[in-house]
């Protein structure tokens, strides 16, 4: 089981970045698939989920901001992230669940500086 992120970088506030999570190794669109991140000094927050069906998660401080989605044919999940904020600034991981076992990527860092 592999899940490989990718897309993150230094952001101005206010700009875009879409991140990306590569699955493989699992039956991915069996799979609940979650965007979390970490700061340091501070527990991992989930950021979006998006169901094996599609159904999709987010929690309120990116509300209308970040969009999940997943592209079964191609094992991947997304994060398009708009109107970034300072505070946005963070390792992002994604994990896939099952509903048994779960799996985590090896994060990504998304930097908002001007």
């Known amino acids: 089981v592999q899940l490989v992120e990718s897309g993150g970088g230094l952001v101005q506030p206010g700009g875009s970045l879409r991140l990306s999570c590569a699955a493989s190794g699992f039956t991915f669109r069996s799979y609940a698939m979650t965007w979390y991140r970490q700061v340091p000094g501070k527990e991992r927050e989930l950021v979006a989920s998006i169901g094996s069906y599609g159904g999709t998660q987010d929690v309120d401080s990116v509300k209308g901001r970040f969009t999940i989605s997943r592209d079964n044919a191609k094992n991947t999940v997304h994060l398009q992230m708009n109107s970034l904020k300072s505070e946005d600034a963070a390792v992002y991981y994604c994990?896939?669940?099952?509903?048994?076992?779960?799996?985590w990527g090896q994060g990504t860092q998304v930097t908002v500086s001007a």
């Open positions: 994990k896939a669940w099952s509903g048994v076992t779960e799996n």
